[in-house]
Every structure is written in structure tokens, then in C-alpha cells.
T-cell receptor, first 113, second 115 residues
């Protein structure tokens, strides 16, 4: 099955700096890569996703890049703010089992004011 | 519709007891999922329903676990003869495929503590 590895496990950044989280996946058939943000005690919420036919996607301060050849994808947060502090999870799924998301172990991001 | 609702939010039980969790998905979503999340880990897939049909079960779902989705609406996850290793957050999610995308919306979870 799919194996998703995520690095780093913790990340501390100064407010206003950028944060980058990297994930690798094992199943070359994977074609959908969402990122979820989970604040303490709350539900995981989708913040951005990318499909395998696209190399990069951006939404305001958040961007995701995908390298299919290397089987890795990354989340970039620019101009970090205290409210960006949370645990971020990458995930991947593959056709035809698009219903099954495999998650990374998560990255705890702390934005220092 | 206020999203995916799960009850109870917290459950403390003694080893060997049975517990049941309920999930009410977003009404127009035909797909429903159960995931398990332990401290410091990402959610792990347990099972998937399309309407009322349970189409896949993970090997993580031992025979002590049973999930149902009668009439394709709410779902229940029952754990029989609980063990301490069952302690975790049980997350429910729902979705519908739209424009080729299957975006999951998670509930807030049901936290199980087995003493």
C-alpha cells in the first residue's frame, strides 16, 4: 500500500518568515495530494490540494508543489502568522481507490511572535 | 448543514466493555469514512462506505470492530471487548465526488480512553 513520509516533525519559525514541509510517497499511481491543518483539539481541515496533472498550486500565502518523478510534494507557507501554528498533515490517494487517503505523521508548526 | 457531526465527543470506558460511536455526515455526501488517529500520528484509514455499502475495511479493523451505515445516512462504529490499545481519536469524514475531486470533510472526532 501507499506509504507517505513527512518531514520535519516539528518546525519553529519567526513570524513573517516562510515555512516548508516536505512529503514523499511510494505509490507511483497516486494522483491526489491534499494538505490538512489541525489545530489543537479540532478537526483536520483541508487547506490546499493538488492533482498529479499540475506541478504547482497557490492560494494566497499557501502553495503546494509536486514532483511526480521524484514522488515528493511540498507545502510552502509565506509570511507566517501566529494563527498558522498548528499540525499540518500531507496525504495521498490513488485511482481507483481514491477514497483511501494515506496520511503522513504530521508536522507541528510553531510561529514565534 | 453544519458539517460532519460525531457523538459522543469523549468516551471513557473500562477494558472489556463495548462502545459505539455515531457519525452524521453532510447530508448530500454519499461517501463516508472512519479513520483512527493516535497521538503524534496522522489519521489511519479504517473503513469506507458508498451509500449504505461498506466497500473496504482496513486490516486495522479487527473482528471486534463493526461499522454500519443503514440507509446510507448516519454511520455507527462499534468496538466490542475494548482493549487499552483501542484508545485513540476516531474520526469520521464524508465526501462526494465533484468535478473529479474527492474532498473529505472531517468531523471533530470521538476520543476513546480505555482504562
Amino acid at each position: 500500500g501507499e506509504n507517505v513520509e513527512q518531514h520535519p516533525s516539528t518546525l519553529s519559525v519567526q513570524e513573517g518568515d516562510s515555512a516548508v514541509i516536505k512529503c514523499t510517497y511510494s505509490d507511483s499511481a497516486s494522483n491526489y495530494f491534499p494538505w490538512y491543518k489541525q489545530e489543537l483539539g479540532k478537526r483536520p481541515q483541508l487547506i490546499i490540494d493538488i492533482r498529479s496533472n499540475v506541478g504547482e498550486k497557490k492560494d494566497q500565502r499557501i502553495a503546494v508543489t509536486l514532483n511526480k518523478t521524484a514522488k515528493h510534494f511540498s507545502l510552502h507557507i509565506t509570511e507566517t502568522q501566529p494563527e498558522d501554528s498548528a499540525v499540518y498533515f500531507c496525504a495521498a490517494s490513488a485511482i481507483p481507490r481514491d477514497y483511501k487517503l494515506s496520511f503522513g505523521a504530521g508536522t507541528t508548526v510553531t510561529v514565534r511572535a | 448543514d453544519t458539517g460532519v457531526s460525531q457523538n459522543p465527543r469523549h468516551k471513557i470506558t473500562k477494558r472489556g466493555q463495548n462502545v459505539t460511536f455515531r457519525c452524521d455526515p453532510i447530508s448530500e455526501h454519499n461517501r463516508l469514512y472512519w479513520y483512527r488517529q493516535t497521538l503524534g500520528q496522522g489519521p489511519e484509514f479504517l473503513t469506507y462506505f458508498q451509500n449504505e455499502a461498506q466497500l473496504e475495511k482496513s486490516r486495522l479493523l479487527s473482528d471486534r470492530f463493526s461499522a454500519e451505515r443503514p440507509k446510507g445516512s448516519f454511520s455507527t462504529l462499534e468496538i466490542q471487548r475494548t482493549e487499552q490499545g483501542d484508545s485513540a481519536m476516531y474520526l469520521c469524514a464524508s465526501s462526494r465526488v465533484k468535478s473529479g475531486a474527492n474532498v473529505l470533510t472531517f468531523g471533530a472526532g470521538s476520543r476513546l480512553t480505555v482504562l
